[in-house]
Nanobody, 119 residues
Framework: QVQLVESGGGLVQPGGSLRLSCAASGSIFSINAMGWYRQAPGKQRELVAATSSGSTNYADSVKGRFTISRDNAKNTVYLQMNSLEPEDTAVYYC??????????????WGQGTQVTVSS
């Protein structure tokens, strides 16, 4: 089994910054892609940013403001969020495309962390 533990969410004023972390642990052989999604009240979950084999992609709404990075040695992915807007308020989830030690490929999700942007 694999666990993803997120941290770093909270309340921030518009224009502020937050850094989210997501650490994967457990029966991991390797991790391909890792990413961040978010879900606002009454809306569908949407991709925020993802990284795989050194490449990254971002939702248009966060380009230039958010940066995804990864520490492969720690099986951890980060999301640096700058110039936050009230529209960024959501529960943020990380995921990981994991090849486990039984060589099964499974997509895991974290439990989510709340980000609230408000004055």
């Amino acid at each position: 089994q694999v666990q993803l533990v997120e941290s770093g969410g909270g309340l921030v004023q518009p224009g502020g910054s937050l850094r989210l972390s997501c650490a994967a642990s457990g029966s991991i052989f390797s991790i391909n892609a890792m990413g961040w999604y978010r879900q606002a009240p009454g809306k569908q979950r949407e991709l925020v940013a993802a990284t795989s084999s050194g490449s990254t992609n971002y939702a248009d709404s966060v380009k230039g403001r958010f940066t995804i990075s990864r520490d492969n040695a720690k099986n951890t992915v980060y999301l640096q969020m700058n110039s936050l807007e009230p529209e960024d308020t959501a529960v943020y989830y990380c995921n990981a495309d994991v090849l486990d030690r039984a060589l099964r490929r499974v997509l895991y999700w974290g439990q989510g962390t709340q980000v609230t942007v408000s004055s």
